[in-house]
């Protein structure tokens, strides 16, 4: 067992290696390069990452319970939503994030079970997502949110996370995230933000309120001709990928910001593996284990809205 399971092992290195003129091809910014994007372009970011990839894939070969996500239903309509924003996108205002250890920055950077997982990801399905991934136009880091867990050197975590908070330094930010997230709530995640609101979603299959989720945003969140529009930070799966798109094309800026809060509460944690946060839902650990402190705090925040 022990020997097949290292052949495999070897056999994914082996595979992937030899994928690189295919990875080359694309071009994908490295995480500070991103960031850096962000702060001076005032950019908006959607993400790809394996949910919405498997999405993808699931309307190009037919749904399969092997590409099942925990938090989000196949949904035909998202899926083809995806699959457009990736293949057709013009709008030079919002950067779409692919994960670069599929293309040319690899997975020297990252722990061996991260590594083998998107080697064996990018051997399983890059010729498939090829031909839907534009080939002339630049791709933002997708685990730019991913800056600790996974990480071989972790020395360099800390000070990542002092740039990716420029993006919000003194800004006005509303959130729209699921209703069990808590993004930086009981940390100082955005303690250098100007306001923080809030709007809440399901937590789980918030694409089938997404009419509603963007509708609260364009009625609570007004646009004006200043510069001193909130920042959206959308927390929402894959339905965040879309929202983010989608408010950039009416004049926001919004940003899916991912997993950003639960990695850093695992880098104040010490954390070496996937752990339940209480209090935030922590899809990746599967559970969720409440915390009345936290959920107080969320209570005192400015919620605009509650769709749930």
Not at 1 to 17: D, E, L, Q
Not at 212 to 222: A, E, F, G, H, T
């Amino acid at each position: 067992m022990i020997i097949r399971a290292k052949f495999r092992y070897i056999s994914t290195k082996i595979r992937y290696k030899a994928l690189y003129p295919y990875r080359k091809s694309i071009s994908i910014l490295n995480n500070i390069q991103t960031v850096d994007s962000i702060i001076d372009n005032n950019l908006s970011i959607c993400r790809y990452g394996d949910g919405e990839l498997n999405m993808i894939l699931s309307s190009l070969e037919g749904y399969s319970d092997s590409k099942k996500s925990g938090f989000q239903k196949f949904d035909p309509e998202l899926a083809r939503r995806l699959t457009d924003i990736l293949q057709n996108s013009n709008n030079d205002k919002c950067l779409i994030c692919l994960p670069g250890c599929m293309f040319r920055i690899g997975t020297g950077y990252l722990r061996r079970y991260a590594s083998h997982f998107w080697e064996l990801y990018t051997v399983n399905n890059l010729k498939k997502l090829l031909p839907i991934i534009n080939p002339s136009r630049t791709y933002g880091e997708t685990n730019f949110s991913r800056f600790y867990l996974s990480h071989r050197d972790k020395s360099h975590c800390s000070d990542f996370l002092k740039t990716l908070k420029q993006v919000w330094e003194d800004r006005d930010i509303v959130i729209v995230e699921g209703e069990k997230t808590m993004l930086g709530i009981g940390n100082d995640l955005f303690d250098n933000a100007r306001s923080i609101k809030r709007i809440l979603c399901p937590s789980t299959n918030a694409w089938q309120r997404y009419s509603d989720i963007i509708n609260s945003v364009k009625r609570n969140v007004p646009l004006s001709d200043e510069k001193s529009n909130p920042l959206i930070l959308c927390a929402l799966g894959m339905t965040a990928t879309i929202l983010a798109y989608d408010l950039s094309e009416l004049g926001y800026q919004a940003i899916d910001i991912g997993h950003i809060d639960i990695e850093y509460e695992w880098l104040r944690m010490g954390a070496t593996t996937k752990v339940a946060v209480p209090g935030k839902f922590t899809n990746e650990a599967h559970s969720h284990i409440s915390n009345p402190e936290l959920e107080k705090q969320l209570s005192n925040q400015v919620i605009l809205e509650s769709i749930v």
